[in-house]
């Protein structure tokens, strides 16, 4: 059983340039809560990195993964880890600075009326304005996407999230099929759908600290593509994605 009921999970990939002023930043909070890496092997030596700095952060885990075996897989890895040792609230972000951790606090300022708190790129004109033109039109065109094929307003594309863990049944993430990128579409338009309370904050993000995007035109595709078969289950099979009893019994 967990100490703390908030947990921070952050997959990492390649980001050694980034864990050591992740880590400062986040116990600079001062918030109580535990803090865990969800590493893939990455071959820039993240994992070595951070265990020496679990082995000084009260209150850091690390959790090492065989390989690169995608973004929504390591979530998933991740949530079920925290659901296992009966954390309540878990936020999520990347390792790259572009999900600041001082707005951690404005998440957990909604979590008790809300089940979900979503940091949203979409709700300030100025929220992209140190990211290049690439990298904006993706965005863009992934919020445009998920809004006309998915019927969703909320910024689904991103990981910058507050869950509430004790109202959202574990079950439901389970059933989560997506691995990649998608996953975060995914998983939002499954709670939407199920009708879990959902609020956004506005944030506004810098570019990258360090490291380089992971995110390619080949994901872009993927998205389009699963957007669009999630789109007809919706219209056809929306079963498929409710919550059922034995669902919520786990």
Not at 98 to 118: Q, R, S, W
Not at 158 to 180: K, V
Not at 221 to 233: C, D, E, H, K, P
Request: charged share 25%; with cysteine.
């Amino acid at each position: 059983m967990a100490g703390n009921k908030i947990l921070v999970m952050i997959p990492t990939y390649n980001e050694r340039e980034n864990v050591g002023k992740m880590c400062n930043e986040l116990t600079r909070l001062g918030i109580p809560m535990d803090i865990l890496f969800v590493d893939d092997n990455s071959p820039d030596g993240t994992g070595t990195a951070l265990d020496e700095l679990a082995g000084t952060i009260p209150r850091m885990l690390v959790n090492h993964r065989p390989g690169k075996l995608g973004i929504g897989s390591a979530h998933k890895d991740g949530i079920a880890w925290v659901y296992s040792r009966g954390y309540t609230h878990l936020v999520t972000m990347d390792c790259d600075f572009t999900h600041p951790p001082e707005n951690i606090p404005d998440l957990l300022k909604f979590a008790d009326e809300y089940d979900i708190v979503v940091g949203s790129r979409h709700m300030r004109e100025d929220s992209l304005s140190g990211w290049n033109l690439w990298r904006k039109c993706m965005t863009k065109t992934g919020h445009l996407l998920t809004t006309l094929l998915l019927k969703m307003p909320y910024d689904a594309t991103g990981a910058f999230r507050l869950y509430r863990l004790d109202r959202i049944p574990s079950g439901l993430f389970r059933d989560i099929e997506s691995n990649g990128y998608s996953f975060f579409i995914e998983s939002l338009t499954v709670l939407n759908l199920n009708g879990f309370r959902i609020r956004e904050i506005p944030i506004a993000l810098p570019p990258r600290t360090a490291g380089h995007s992971k995110l390619r035109f080949s994901d872009m595709v993927q998205w389009l593509t699963f957007m669009l078969g999630m789109a007809w289950t919706i219209r056809f099979n929306r079963q498929k994605y409710l919550v059922s009893q034995e669902t919520e019994r786990q």
